[in-house]
């Protein structure tokens, strides 16, 4: 009769960032007086890039130093801001839960089952607040209202390039179901394997300027995936030792002492932006992506060269009209997923009382499988849609080791 002990378990608990994020605050040092930044989106020319700059070029720039030059100093405008941080800001905070059952349904082997949570509050959100507005048609002149040249009038502080702000307005949530199964070392074999199946949403998932939201006017189409999510994750790992059917002799001495272990690892792909590849909104947002037209998705099962090819339908996206933005939710492609096996083969050869040799054959990537890489997203891109890097091919090696 097999015993069969239960354990559940339930935590849960709130998390605080009160330190913030101390290197931002680094950032401040970069903008005026200390330092001079100036955003041209389209110079004349390299040869004369200040032609149209309102009082012409500003370098070189001394930062002021003594008390009345610091009294006295008047900003070069328009400027940009590095970073700005909300009066209002907050301390951001996390909450966790979990919840598992443990059932020891061998000797030994235990299974897990468990579900575990999060929810991030008040998260740091970096997005521009300096947007301008887009001018539709043309002027008096004949020309376009709205150009790459002329985002800087276009802002509602004209004073001031672009201005990007660090604010606590964003929030995140996780969830997760986790089974596992895990069995101690007897009898010459061990194993362990782990599921996750998991989601993760969030608005930005690095407070860092790059990947800011598209139009800081509609944040709608930016809580989608998190760059991190990863639907599926499964891992396995396992040692066995393989008995020898004979007690002595020649045949005992080649087969006695063999020993397997290996570690397999599945992972689903990671989310993915598809990008304009030339600036279409006019209006100095953050990230731009395009406009989905149409079902992007392609049949399953297609063979290593097809996906290669066309990963997904690019005949789904087209470039959104000029001044406005693309429709395409953040993170809205997934990549291909890849798996990997490393295994490996030993044998411990006893020499003498004091003296082991062991001779060891390892291969990594053991199936010579090649994982498919992301694709390119950029649209303007000839190569878009198409993936252009794979993982390396199995890799073997071979020792020999004295043990004394």
Excluded at 224 to 249: C, M, N, Q, Y
């Amino acid at each position: 009769m097999v015993r069969i002990r239960k354990t559940n378990w339930l935590t849960c608990g709130v998390f605080y960032n009160s330190a913030g994020r101390g290197y931002l605050l680094n950032e401040t040092q970069l903008n005026q007086p200390f330092v001079l930044r100036i955003q041209i989106p389209d110079p004349p020319s390299f040869e004369d890039p200040w032609r149209n700059y309102p009082g012409g070029d500003p370098f070189p720039f001394k930062a002021p130093s003594t008390d009345d030059e610091k009294r006295n100093f008047r900003f070069v405008t328009p400027t940009a801001i590095g970073r700005f941080f909300g009066s209002d800001n907050a301390t951001p905070y996390n909450q966790q839960w979990n919840f598992s059952l443990q059932h020891e349904v061998l000797p030994g082997t235990v299974v897990t089952a468990a579900y575990a949570g999060s929810k991030g509050t008040r998260l740091m959100i970096n997005y521009e607040v300096n947007q301008a507005a887009y001018l539709p048609g043309n002027g008096p002149d004949g020309r376009p209202l709205s150009t790459t040249g002329n985002i800087d009038s276009r802002r509602p502080y004209r004073d001031f390039q672009s201005i990007n702000a660090a604010e606590t307005v964003g929030n995140s949530t996780y969830h997760s179901l986790q089974l596992s199964v895990n069995r101690r070392f007897s009898r010459g074999l061990y194993f362990m394997a782990n599921y996750t199946f998991a989601k993760a949403l969030d608005f930005q998932s690095l407070d860092r300027n790059a990947g800011t939201p598209q139009d800081a006017r509609n944040f709608r189409l930016e809580r989608r995936l998190a760059d991190f999510d990863r639907r599926h994750v499964f891992v396995t790992s396992f040692l066995a030792e393989i008995p020898s059917p004979w007690k002595g002799g020649p045949a005992a001495w080649l087969t006695r002492g063999w020993q397997t272990n290996g570690i397999f690892n599945y992972t689903s792909g990671s989310p993915m932006n598809v990008t304009p590849g030339t600036g279409r909104a006019l209006q100095g947002g953050g990230d731009q992506r395009v406009d989905v037209v149409g079902d992007f998705r392609l049949p399953a099962g297609r063979s290593f060269d097809e996906q290669r090819t066309a990963y997904f339908n690019k005949a789904a996206f087209a470039q959104a009209p000029v001044g406005r933005f693309g429709n395409f939710a953040r993170n809205g492609l997934v990549g291909p997923g890849r798996y990997n096996l490393d295994f490996s083969l030993f044998k411990s050869t006893k020499v003498t009382e004091r003296f082991t040799v062991q001779f060891r054959w390892e291969m990594f990537n053991a199936f010579n499988h090649a994982n498919l890489g992301n694709p390119v997203t950029n649209f303007m891109s000839s190569v878009f849609g198409q993936i252009n890097t794979v993982t390396g091919p199995r890799v073997m090696q071979m020792g020999l080791k004295l043990v004394y």
